[in-house]
Structure formats: C-alpha cells, structure tokens
C-alpha cells in the first residue's frame, strides 16, 4: 500500500489518499494476534496509518465493549491474561463509522461512533468534500452469538444510505464514499451479492444519490465492477489483496466526475522481491511473535503422517473438509467421554478458520490447533428429533451452500431439486441405519449454532441437555487423546455426503 500510495502522491501531486478498512479488522486470527486480544493487529493498523473503519460481524465476537476496548486502547480488565496485560494498550486512531447499528434502548449509534465522516480535500488552490458513510451487515444476528448483538438493531443498508446520502447532500456534500460490511462478488463477468441488492434498493428509493464507490467486505471474494453510477470494490479476505481506488472530484459542482478502481494482489517476498517490508510493522509482528512463541510452539500431539490436515479452502465437491469434519468428530468424542450421550455432531465451517499444519517431525502445536478453532464457542449438546436434523442439513442448500456444515456419526445422501440446489435423501447414523424424522437424537452444537448462526434456524432454541466446554478447548484435548492411540492423529475421509442422481 505504501507503493500504491507513492505512485498516487508521484502521479497526482496531491497528499489526498486514505486509507480506509470495511470491518473484521478483529477475529479469527493467529495467535500472534488473538492471545494478546488482537492489539497487536491495531498496532500493525495504527503503524500502517489507518484512518477510517467501520464493524464487522467479528467486532462482536467478544461484544463490542470489548472491541471498543482495543480500538481506543483501554485498559484490560483484571481478569485478563497476562499475556494481554503486559501489552502496549494504545488508541489505533482510526475514527468508526457506522450509521445502521443503534442501541434498542436511545436509538444512538454505540460509543459515539459517527454515521458519516466529511473529509475536505484540496488541489490547484482548490477545495471539494467527500462524505464516507459507514455500514454494519444487517445479517449481524445470524453471525455472533445472541448476547453480543441483543443490545442493537441494525438497520436496512440501503434505507440508511439514503437517509445520510440527503443529510450529506443538505450540508454540500456530494461525493460520497459508503464503507460497508456486505459481501459482493465478480465471477465469469457478472457481479452480484447482497452489496448489488443494496445499491439496486438505493438506486429506486433514492434514484438522484451521490454514492461513487462503495468498499465492500465480508464474502472473502474478488470484485470490481459498476452497480448504476456507483463502483463496487472488494478485496478478498486475509490481506491477500488490497482495493485501489482513484476518485476525481469538481470543484464547482462537488460531484464525483470519474472514480477509477483497482484491486491487487499482495505478492509475497518471492514474487515480489523490489516491494520493501515496513519496518515499523515487522517490528511489531517480531514482537507479537516473541510474546506468544513459548505458549504457540508448545507441541500438542502428533499425526500419523508428516501432512498438514487441510480445512475450507480444499473442500471436496461435497464441501467437506478434513479439518473441520476432524473438528466434528473432536465434538462428538468429548459429548461421548463427557457421558452426555451424543448421537451426531454438526459445526458451522466459517468457524474452522485453517489447516491444520502438522509439522516436518509429525508434531501438531498449540498455535496450528487454535488457528484452525480460535473462537472459544460453548458446545452445547441438544435434543433434535430426526426432521430437525433433515431442516439443519437441507438448510446448506437454501442459499447455494453459502454456509455449509461439517457433521460427525452420520452421512447422508443428496440429489438435485427443483426448488433449491440440493434436498436431502436418506440419513444413516454410524452403524448404517436409517435416521428416523419422528425420533428423537442427541446433538453436538455450538452457542452460535444453536443462535440461528449462518442461519441455521433449525438448531435455534432447542432444548439444551447438557454442555462441555469451549470447542477450542475440545479441539486440543482431541488431538491430545488421538496422539495416545497406534496411528496418531488422521484426517478423515470425505465420504459422509454422497450425491445420488
């Protein structure tokens, strides 16, 4: 960014560049980040001079007031580990913008975080404003647990631009910029995505907006395209690419009159060896790496080939992986040990965030088992009768396996349907027999599972018999209890969905 950012400077002869992140600037992330509560990443934020910001859905993982904690570096609390405590805690400096989330009880936007930012740029003597409207995904209910979201409402994304977009326009702004957490995608030269409705909606309530670039997140997918007059951008997910984008702006009129949009992939040192590192930010990386090097490079267990145990970005056709059907199984081996009974056991994928790496000597760590399960959900054990289970597993298929599920004790077949992707056929428990819909099952869940998580409404409010702990906990002792059998730690073979014609 700092090259893209000189070329600009070297082109335009202007200092008007900023830098701007659209939300999950937290969550789901190495150790190095998430055992010190993710200040390492703001550090890295703050050094890469990040200036404007809006909510993820992962700035809820630990309830907001804990974001906020990390975001204006506030003290930790007494509880805390020590790791975290004998952190830096410092502001990141970046300013949230978020103007659909509101508190229930005032209807104001949280820790006065503002819905709108006005930034005066100025060139050849002369002035314009830009306005930058923050949004939060209104599908926030669906992606954390219940009680870190109860406290809010979110608001519908186009309603709100529209609303801002008049107020900016009332003020003389008319070039404005939306940052938002909603996902979007360009494939096979047709863009579309939550993002695209959103602009569609804008674009009939409020035909006249000045929206020219809205920065999209959140899919974890590649786009660059045009919705109306506005461009859309996304970067893909985990730092694997940046947006890029170049706006001109009149000075009469305040209207955007061109907005250029790239975005780029970020090479590695290999494939890019001219690009030079920030020293700054690979100080802060050592650091973080030195801090939790003692507690990530402890060794675990050991698998019975030097291979690492791949998750969601090898997927078989079926959508399954190993990592995360070796996270099922963990899931319903502990309910077993526990004594709770377990008949099957279902976790979402987004929450299986890795491989597992497996070492050169065979030997699994700390570090590689809590990159693959970070979050700490609660596992809950649930009663389910056998058409719930049929609702839970068609539910994959009702948003063309957008989220999709890993299950252990049972297998099933699927065929094409006329009203969604794929329907369920036959469910076969373990032994091979037939999973009944008027029967009653034990199921391994997590807290944000049985919340309607990724929404999956069939696990919501089920009756809870008994709990066993955080999954990133029941990840390590799996692997603990597996290294003691004769052949070690094994991925699983990819056979429990069958497509049947």
């Excluded at 070796?326 to 008949?343: I, S």
């Excluded at 297998?411 to 999973?435: C, F, M, P, R, T």
């Amino acid at each position: 960014m700092t090259e893209a950012e000189s070329q600009f400077k070297k082109v335009t002869k202007s200092d008007n560049s900023l830098r701007i992140e659209a939300g999950d600037i937290v969550g789901g992330a190495p150790a190095n980040s998430s055992l010190l509560a993710h200040e390492s990443t703001m550090h890295v934020l703050k050094a890469m001079k990040f200036k404007i910001g809006t909510l993820g859905n992962h700035e809820f993982d630990q309830g907001l007031p804990e974001f906020n904690r990390i975001l204006t570096g506030g003290a930790p609390s007494s509880q805390t580990d020590s790791l975290v405590k004998k952190y830096a805690h410092y502001s990141s400096g970046i300013d949230m913008v978020v103007a659909n989330v509101i508190n229930k009880k005032d209807h104001k936007i949280p820790y006065g975080y503002k819905p709108y930012i006005i930034k005066t740029v100025k060139q050849n003597n002369k002035t314009a404003k830009i306005g930058i409207i923050g949004l939060e995904t209104s599908t926030l209910p669906s992606l954390t647990l219940y009680k870190n979201y109860k406290d809010y409402q979110v608001l519908d994304e186009a309603d709100t631009i529209a609303k801002y977009d008049k107020i900016l326009r009332d003020k003389g702004v008319n070039a404005v910029v939306v940052v938002g957490h909603t996902g979007v995608q360009s494939k096979d030269k047709t863009t579309s995505g939550p993002t695209v409705d959103i602009l569609q909606k804008l674009n009939k309530i409020d035909p006249n907006n000045n929206v020219g670039l809205y920065i999209a997140a959140h899919s974890h997918q590649y786009a660059n395209a045009q919705v109306g007059n506005t461009h859309v951008v996304q970067a893909v997910y985990t730092g694997k690419a940046y947006d890029n984008s170049w706006a001109y702006v009149s000075s009469k009129t305040g209207k955007f009159t061109k907005v250029s949009t790239h975005v780029y992939p970020v090479l590695s040192k290999k494939d890019d060896s001219e690009t030079k590192a920030d020293k700054k930010v690979v100080s802060i990386v050592k650091d973080a790496d030195k801090r939790v090097k003692s507690k990530v490079n402890n060794v675990i267990g050991y698998a019975g080939k030097a291979e690492t145990i791949t998750g969601r970005l090898h997927n078989s056709a079926s959508m399954e992986n190993q990592a995360g059907e070796m996270v099922a199984d963990a899931q319903l081996f502990e309910a077993q040990k526990a004594g709770l009974k377990p008949d099957f056991a279902f976790t979402n994928t987004g929450g299986v965030r890795s491989d597992l790496v497996v070492k050169s000597n065979k030997a699994i760590t700390w570090g590689s088992a809590i990159a693959v399960q970070p979050f700490g959900n609660i596992l809950q054990v649930v009663d389910m009768t056998g058409a719930q289970i049929r609702q839970a597993l068609n539910e994959q298929y009702d948003e063309d396996q957008h989220y999709y599920l890993q299950i252990a004790g049972l297998s099933y077949s699927y065929a094409k349907d006329e009203n969604q992707a794929y329907v369920v056929k036959d469910i076969w428990n373990s032994q091979g027999q037939l999973v009944a819909d008027d029967q009653t099952y034990r199921v391994v869940i997590n807290d944000f599972l049985h919340g309607a998580g990724d929404n999956f409404h069939a696990f919501k409010d089920t009756k809870i018999v008994g709990a066993i702990g955080t999954d990133t906990e029941t990840f390590v002792k799996y692997i603990k209890a597996m290294t003691k059998t004769e052949h070690k730690v094994v991925a699983p073979t990819l056979n429990r969905k069958k497509l049947v014609e």
